[in-house]
């Protein structure tokens, strides 16, 4: 997949950085102007060198723009020689709007069109968004090229389940899957259960199923601990449509299954999501941190559309849409975020979060996470 540009957003305390005294010569200078060139170092960033050159990082598109031979904004190299000319005027927002969208243009880039045409849809609106913006409609592309997030992104993120059933169990639904019955297929499927397979269904407590209902079909990963409470941690791994029902005992075909279906799998009423329309990227409402509590795919690696799940939720104002950064160890030595990842499930006292971007093929438990913008959708 291409990415169309390398965008970290992150807020740093640090004063006016002067040009550096090594590693550049002066080529030229006059009245207020001034030419150098640079040897790329390693760890450097386009973002980083317009900080330091220029006084604002938003700045980057100049650079790129100044060396055509640079394709890809992402990918500099130590040894790469960069030409900085800077007249030490930081341009105004619609003249950053311009020149991104210029410069994409010129390397065969273009935000989608919805956001060409941003600055008439929030003519006359009060945004507390900060100036220099112009980058998160290009952002927002490289995350979501469709400018849509998918009901099937919310529907199978996993989050955490703190209520108990019936049985006074902590699990989700009024319902469980039953086991197979003896058969020969029995013997080599287990419990397992395949996609159009007919599966039984017992039923408890005053929530009783009806015939032709689509229901929602759950598996839990496992319990853990958080502000003094047990959760389990919940996954929606299939749909069913239940084809005979009874007060206690239901049968229902599997129409749907993600992941694999098995005995014991809880059984509640379909959750209905619909798939949210992407307008805009704005500032956050506030400042807000978290850590990241289970990794739900839990491969060797994390990777892009990896999910986790942080400590904070609704009550802690964290809302759908938000963006964050997160920062490992490794964090602590290049100041750069490991990824920036979306709130695409909220609870209570915990959010899932998935990678939109990924930096650094790290992401542990306890990894911290600071909010840095937020989707407005329409």
Request: aromatic content about 12%; hydrophobic content about 40%.
């Amino acid at each position: 997949m291409n990415k169309l540009f390398f965008i970290i957003v992150f807020f740093a305390n640090a004063s006016f950085c002067q040009w550096p005294e090594s590693d550049k010569t002066v080529s030229s200078s006059g009245g207020n102007a001034q030419t150098v060139t640079y040897i790329v170092k390693p760890r450097d960033n386009l973002w980083d060198i317009a900080f330091n050159f220029l006084g604002d990082p938003f700045r980057w598109p100049e650079l790129w723009k100044a060396n055509a031979y640079i394709a890809n904004p992402n990918r500099i190299y130590p040894g790469n020689t960069l030409t900085i000319s800077a007249s030490g005027q930081p341009h105004g927002k619609q003249a950053d709007r311009q020149l991104v969208s210029e410069t994409a243009s010129a390397h065969g880039f273009a935000p989608s069109a919805s956001f060409a045409e941003e600055p008439a849809r929030q003519a006359g609106k009060q945004s507390a968004e900060p100036p220099n913006r112009a980058y998160d409609s290009l952002l927002l592309t490289e995350l979501h090229p469709h400018a849509f997030l998918t009901a099937e992104t919310m529907e199978r993120a996993a989050f955490l389940w703190f209520d108990k059933d019936p049985k006074g169990q902590i699990f989700p639904g009024c319902g469980v899957v039953d086991k197979k019955e003896s058969g020969v297929m029995a013997a080599y499927t287990g419990d397992v259960y395949r996609q159009f397979d007919e599966i039984a269904v017992s039923v408890y407590g005053n929530k009783p199923f009806k015939t032709g209902d689509t229901v929602d079909i759950f598996h839990a990963d496992r319990f853990i601990r958080l502000l003094g409470k047990t959760a389990n941690i919940v996954r929606r791994i299939g749909r069913a449509r239940i084809l005979t029902a009874q007060s206690l005992q239901c049968t229902a075909v599997l129409f749907a299954a993600w992941d694999v279906v098995a005995a014991g799998d809880r059984v509640d009423t379909m959750t209905r999501f619909y798939s949210k329309e992407i307008d805009t990227i704005v500032g956050a409402p506030a400042p807000l941190r978290a850590s990241i509590l289970y990794r739900v795919e839990q491969t060797e690696r994390p990777y892009l559309y990896h999910t986790f799940l942080c400590d904070r939720g609704s009550s802690s104002g964290v809302g759908f849409g938000d963006l964050f950064a997160v920062y490992g160890q490794s964090s602590a030595v290049n100041k750069q975020p490991e990824a920036i990842a979306c709130v695409v499930n909220v609870g209570a006292h915990s959010s899932t979060l998935r990678i939109e971007k990924l930096y650094e093929n790290t992401l542990e438990t306890g990894d911290s996470l600071e909010r840095i913008r937020r989707i407005n959708f329409k």
